[in-house]
Structure formats: structure tokens, C-alpha cells
């Protein structure tokens, strides 16, 4: 009867061998992330949990973001405890439960769940395979289960595939019931499944020979200690910004050129707008270079692999520093703002850059990047290039020179040093020279530039 099917099913759904528990893993939120910080939880054991919920915070290479659940269900069981650092992507950090009475299920080989006074000591061995985060290695569907592809992507998903060219069926789904988060596609970019701009062996035989060379030529005795130092511990943050830095300089074939602008009328014009409309020198020649990109695409473009792909949008990465160290928020549609429009764009991402509340969109990404030392009088520098792009402008300090006027009589006037960082692989220096032309025109007309 039709009531004994139903208790039939009521059974089955109860049945424990048929509820599932779900791994809660460390994610990959950017394709340079390898580790982290688990910083604090925001659930306890025992606590519903509904998709969306933020499960914990995490300290990422780059920012401290939220990390949300992807499941329904119970924190069942924490085995990493807060403020833990260097723990490897994959990790399992956590377990889920369906039901507030049931048990998790530990999973072979997964680690005992970590004391709070061990939690600093956590090991990062290989951890098994999650099903509710990104992982470094996805573990094949089992049989029967849907496929990766059996499920329609995510906006985040789909538009991070297409950017990055990659066939969405080559990367495995760690989500519930194998489909593929934004968290797998980053790891599989981080594992190499895009290919890189140059080989590996190069850049890690550099390192082994300068550590070589120091070790011979050793004195006898060792050195002095110094009388007194201080021990600074290094944030992923800063370990990152200096692995990205040495990457650049051994990979990256720079070339620079550096042109003089003259920023009189750009000053006239704010003294003359002032009340009315509120903008920086820095904002203009965001502008300036926004109308360079468009009218020199070769310099708005990325070099993945072995290819230079020319972007369609200018989205400026503009260089901050926070008490973490040097981020790049993105002022996307670059070109398409107003000089107010760039002011109030850019004060909101310094801002949030200060604070650590980026979120990964507003920072991953871009197609150049400006990075401005004149407030701290620099009259010029050459700026390092922020793979995969291919070029960096340095922004130096206004500077009065005399120069000789239309009339011959030397006149006063604020001139700027602008030095263009860019990837020889992909720009010739004709185009640089261009493009410095082009910004240079706009910098000294901004009567052109919206307001």
C-alpha cells in the first residue's frame, strides 16, 4: 500500500550507511595561494550549517577572505583549530554531518583532530580528497556518480574557464557529486594546467647555483653576531609578493622607456574645478593611460603560455600599499570613466585594501598597472612587471624645471618623469614608444578627458 512505501522511505532516508559526510578542505582562492592561515572559525561543532554560510576565515596570499559552505548539513568535527598557519591546500580542515545526532564518518588516513595548543604544528601532508572545496588533486567520480560536466557551471566558473581558455572536462569536480567549483579550476591553474610563460627547471637551477657559490666562499671563522637585530616573521603576503617578484625578474624579458610630461594643465584644471569636482594627478593619468591602452591594445594584453592574448577590456591595476604589503585592486572599465568617476573608484579600493575586505575579483585579474612614487618625492623608477601582464608604468614626482617658452623667455613649468616597464616578448619597442606618445598627448590635454 501506498503508506508502506512511504514508511519504506522513511527508513531508507534515515538509514545512517546513506547519509553522507561531507569533507570541509583548505581551498585554493587564488591560483598563487599554496598555503595559508586558518584564522578563525565562525561555526562550532554541532552547528547548522546552510549553503552560503561562512564556514571560516582564512589568510590567503594575498588578503584574509571568508570561506562558505557549499552543503547543507552539521559541523560534525573541527581538526584544525584556529590561527593555524601554513596549512596546505587540501587539507581536511573539517567535517559534515546531515543530521544533528550523527556521527561522522572518518575518513581513512585523515588526521586527528588537532588540539588548540597543537595547532601551530599541524602538519600539511597530503590530505584526503574534499567534497566541499577546492583541492590540489580531485579524486575520480565513483561509479555511478555524475560527472563533472553533468552539471551547468557557475557565472564565477565559466567566466574564470573562458579566460583562461581551459576545457571545464578536464578538471576535476570536488563539489557535491563531482561538480567543479571556482576553488578546482584555480588549483588546476596553480597545478599547471595552464601552461606557464617558461620552464621550471630554469628558474629553480638559479636559485641552487647562488646558494652554491656563497658556501665556497665561506671565511674560515665565523662572522660577528650582530649586537642586536630583531626577528620580523614573514606574512604570506609578503612571501608571495617576493616569490612573484623573483619570478617576474628571471622570466620576464623587461625593456623600459621613460618620456617627460608636462603637468601644468592638469593642475590648472583642478584648482579650476575645485569645489566642483574632486580628482588627483594619479587619476589623470589613469585616464591617460586608459586612452593609450585603447589606442595601442598591444600593451593591454596578457601573455599566458606561449601567447599573447589582447584583451577587450581595460581594467588598471593601481599599485597600494597596505601594513601586509603591496596589493593591486582593479579599476575595471578604466576607459570608460570620468576623472571623478576614476577618483571615487580608486578610493574605494585603497580602502578596502587597507582594511583586508577585497574581495578576489577586485584584485585578480587586470591588464596593466600603474604604480606611483611621486608623493614620496621619486623623480623616476622602474617599476617590476605583474605577470601575466605586460607592462608596468612608474609614476614619478612632479618636478618645477625652467624651460624656454614660445617666445623664447624661460618659463616655470611642473614636469614628470614616466617610466614604461615592458615584456620584450611581447611588446616592440615601436609600440611602446607609441603608446608613451599617445599618453603624454593626453596627459598635457586633459581638457579632453571627462570630468
Known amino acids: 500500500s501506498m503508506s508502506r512505501l512511504a514508511a519504506l522511505a522513511r527508513r531508507l532516508h534515515s538509514a545512517p550507511a546513506l547519509r553522507d559526510t561531507y569533507k570541509v578542505i583548505m581551498p585554493a582562492l587564488s591560483p598563487t595561494m599554496t598555503a595559508g592561515r ?47 598557519t601554513n596549512v596546505s591546500i587540501g587539507t581536511l580542515v573539517g567535517l559534515l554531518v ?12 585523515a588526521p586527528a583532530p588537532a588540539a588548540p595548543a597543537a595547532a601551530a604544528q599541524l602538519a600539511t601532508s597530503a590530505a584526503p580528497k574534499p567534497a566541499v572545496a577546492a583541492a590540489p588533486q580531485a579524486a575520480p567520480a565513483p561509479a555511478g556518480s555524475h560527472s563533472a560536466t553533468s552539471f551547468p557551471l557557475s557565472p564565477a566558473v565559466r567566466r574564470l574557464v573562458d579566460e583562461h581558455h581551459i576545457d571545464p572536462a578536464h578538471v576535476s569536480g570536488t563539489g557535491p557529486r563531482g561538480r567543479v567549483l571556482k576553488g578546482d579550476v584555480l588549483q588546476f591553474i596553480a597545478a599547471g594546467g595552464v601552461k606557464k610563460a617558461a620552464p621550471t627547471s630554469a628558474s629553480a637551477s638559479t636559485p641552487a ?71 588627483s594627478v594619479n587619476d589623470a593619468v589613469i585616464s591617460a593611460s586608459a586612452a593609450a591602452l585603447r589606442a595601442v591594445p598591444e600593451l593591454n594584453s596578457t601573455w599566458v603560455g606561449d601567447q599573447c592574448l589582447t584583451q577587450p577590456a581595460v581594467d588598471i591595476s593601481v599599485a597600494v600599499a597596505t601594513p601586509n604589503g ?46 606611483n612614487l611621486g608623493m614620496f618625492g621619486v623623480q623616476s623608477f622602474e617599476a617590476v612587471i605583474n605577470p601575466p ?12 624645471t625652467i624651460v624656454p617658452g614660445a ?23 615601436a609600440a611602446a614608444g607609441r603608446w608613451l606618445e599617445v599618453f603624454k598627448h593626453k596627459i598635457e590635454h586633459p581638457d579632453s578627458m571627462m570630468v
Request: net charge positive.
Open 98 to 109: 546531515e543530521a544533528p545526532d550523527e556521527k561522522p564518518v572518518m575518513p581513512a588516513g
Open 407 to 429: 617666445d623664447g623667455k624661460p618659463v616655470s613649468v611642473v614636469r614628470a618623469a614616466f617610466t614604461l616597464s615592458y615584456d620584450a616578448r611581447a611588446v616592440e619597442s
Open 209 to 279: 647555483a647562488a646558494k652554491s657559490a656563497p658556501a665556497k666562499a665561506a671565511p674560515a671563522t665565523a662572522a660577528p653576531k650582530p649586537a642586536s637585530f630583531s626577528d620580523n616573521p614573514v606574512s604570506n603576503v609578503r612571501k608571495v609578493i617576493a616569490k612573484r617578484l623573483s619570478e617576474s625578474k628571471s622570466i620576464v624579458p623587461h625593456a623600459y622607456a621613460t618620456i617627460q610630461a608636462d603637468l601644468g594643465k592638469v593642475l590648472a584644471l583642478r584648482k579650476s574645478l575645485a569645489g566642483q569636482a574632486k580628482f
Open 389 to 400: 601582464q605586460v607592462a608596468i608604468l612608474a609614476v614619478g614626482a612632479g618636478q618645477p
Open 38 to 84: 586558518l584564522a578563525v572559525w565562525k561555526k562550532k561543532e554541532g552547528d547548522k550549517v546552510t549553503v552560503g554560510d561562512v564556514l571560516f576565515d582564512i589568510e590567503t596570499d594575498k588578503a584574509t577572505m571568508a570561506v562558505e559552505s557549499t552543503e547543507d548539513g552539521y559541523l560534525a568535527k573541527i581538526l584544525v583549530q584556529n590561527d593555524t
Open 326 to 371: 603591496l596589493i593591486t585592486p582593479i579599476v575595471k572599465g578604466a576607459d570608460q570613466k570620468s576623472l571623478t568617476g576614476l577618483a571615487a573608484a580608486v578610493q574605494v579600493l585603497a580602502d578596502k585594501a587597507r582594511e583586508n575586505k577585497l574581495q578576489l575579483s577586485e584584485f585578480q585579474g587586470g591588464t596593466f598597472t600603474i604604480s
